[in-house]
């Protein structure tokens, strides 16, 4: 079985790791790129969301270089997300690729079904193995997450900001040559040591930035033109409301009661928004209330365009700004997005903020 | 010898070159059209300015627009800074009191909302030009107006005709249609106008809190037609600065003095610049799939700066 599966942020990077110790042959896609934007758009819907078009040229690129099994996740609902298999499928039939799906559902739709097709991915039906297997998934992806976090603490105080760029490019590079878990950590363990040799400068005191939205899009660095980076060359510590580790958390090592941090934010949405819009959008609107009471300086929300969930959202952030008299931007991402006016908000956002604190601390004192 | 600062703000259809004095007034202002060469364009209005103020000094630089990366290097400026704060700087210092600012210019608009002189929110258009200067640009070509009286002529009528301005290319069809019906052109002027102030307001100041006072810059503020057609559907007099065409370059001189002043030095290159060949030149990098388009600056042989790719490989900047 020659498995491969799309990009979601950096968890391709414990996902390859995972799969090579199940003794699968991976088949990582190429990072997204223009090229695969390309593809995808071109043989996707014109009107559907950005993430599936990239999906469809992670899958195609993943299928020239040989891969025979496709392995996602989807769910029915909340979204249109969770059609994504099934369209996806068809695509690549219509297309001519034989390929295998094996699809993960919520596990409060079928759990008999949820376990066959963990059982089918990890070659076992062994309820102890797949849960052993599971906590190591879990334990990489944590790491994973961890490590870009503390790269984003670095970047907004370091001297020198392309220096941690760089550090985090190699470490990408290395972490998709490498095999296995035990290799993946120790690349994960020097380029922590690697992130805190890097010099920082003291005088910079940052602000703090929450990005909200949409799990894909706020952990894919090509979808949102690397956000987190620009933010920290601008000295800015940014956090996403949504990362792999959180997200699994969530869905299915506190299954069936949901994390702590989600139901946090569904409590705090709730004079907003009593039920699920479908996606993340309750998520979002709970976020922005969690970053405020975190002490957040501002929160940006990225949307890919014609994300429903996200546009109800964006409506109720408006009154939500309002009411705690909190910075809150929306930025719309899509295929034609450019990005000088993308960098001309997040600068402006940025200014917005300093000279804001400024007044406040001139009041105080 | 008097102390001055420059600002140039280089949009997409327009140059602006301004040198202003100590206390922020204006001295000089060059209005040019980038014509898609901005190099060419910034040597040629540094060049007058070298004319005039050739014996003066510059003490301190900033750049703003869209182009103000590539302006910068070429300049050497004390500071480099986006659209949206150069001109709240500059609209502060005209009149401490504003609350709303309503910016049109070439293929930008914007709106920026201050309250007691800080900019609490703002919003920029994303996907269409439809509510900008060059989709007027390109009506009056049509209309064979010329677009300096465009204003004038709107004003003029009673009877506006509704034009759909969702959309250029829609309201282009939209105003042919009116006129092969007979409707006469100050009726669909003004209509434009309308409907381009309409299309503003629901698009760029979707939901935003328009407070007066109100101030509109950009190079549209010239449009009375536009002005009034704010006038009446805000409900509220509209405040047009003196320079509102150069609101940002002069937002942006102020700021680079502010930074020259409290870096005691400045960056500038000298106004004999535009005596110098810059070259600028572009090239897809192989490195990955990503195929970053890089390019590079050049002052004859010397390469000033590298940028545009995503990884750092190329990027450069000659410290000087």
Known sequence: MKITFPHLGNAYIAGKAFL?????????????????LEIGSKNSPDEICLPFKLFTGNYIEGIEKGADTIFTVGSCGPCRFGLYPLIHKQILDDLGYSVNFIVLDAIREDFLDFKNSLSQLLGTTSLIQVTKSAKLAFKLINMTDNLSQLSNYIRAYAVNKKQVNKIMDDFYENAVQSFGANELINIINKTTDNLRDVKLDKSISPLKIGIIGEIYTIIEPYVNLEIERKLGEL????????????WLDH??????FGSKYETTKFKLAKPYMVDMVGGHGRETVGSAIYYKNMGYDGVIQILPLNCMPEIVAKSVLKRVAQDLNFPIMTLVVDEMTGEAGFMTRLEAFVDLISKRNEGRNTEIG | MDKYYLGIDVGSVSTNIVLIDEYNDLVYKKYIRTQGKPIEMIKYGI???????????????????????????????????????????????YRSDINTILEIGGQDSKIIIIRDGIV???????????????????QAIRLGVDISEFGDLALKSNNPVRIA??????????????????????DIIKGLCQALVRNYL????????????????????????????????????????????????????????????????TNFNGLDLYKKDYSVNGFECEGCSNSCEVLEIKEGKKTLARYGDKCGKWSYKILS
């Open chain 1, 20 to 36: 090579d110790e199940l003794g699968h042959e991976v088949i990582l896609p190429a990072v997204n790129s223009r090229k695969t």
């Open chain 1, 235 to 246: 000295n800015v510590i940014v956090d996403k409301s949504l990362t792999p580790t959180k």
């Open chain 1, 251 to 256: 869905h299915v090592l506190s299954y069936p």
């Open chain 2, 47 to 93: 060049k007058e300015v070298a004319e005039i103020y050739g014996n003066e000094r510059i003490q301190g630089a900033a750049t703003t627009g869209s182009g103000r990366y590539l302006a910068s290097i070429i300049i050497g400026a004390d500071e480099v800074k986006n659209e949206i704060t150069s001109h709240a700087v500059a609209s502060l210092t």
């Open chain 2, 120 to 138: 609490v929110d703002f919003a920029m258009n994303t996907v269409c030009a439809a509510g900008t200067g060059s989709f007027l640009d390109r």
């Open chain 2, 165 to 186: 301005g969702r959309c250029a290319v829609f309201a282009e069809s939209d105003m042919i249609h009116k006129q092969q019906f007979g409707h006469n052109p100050e």
């Open chain 2, 202 to 265: 629901s698009n760029i100041g979707n939901g935003k809190d328009i407070k007066a006072p109100i101030m509109f810059q950009g190079g549209v503020a010239a449009n009375k037609g536009i002005i009034k057609a704010f006038e009446s559907e805000l409900g509220e007099r509209i405040i047009i600065p003196p320079n509102y065409d150069v609101m940002g370059a002069i937002g942006a001189a102020i700021i680079g003095k502010e930074k020259a002043k409290n870096q005691g030095y």
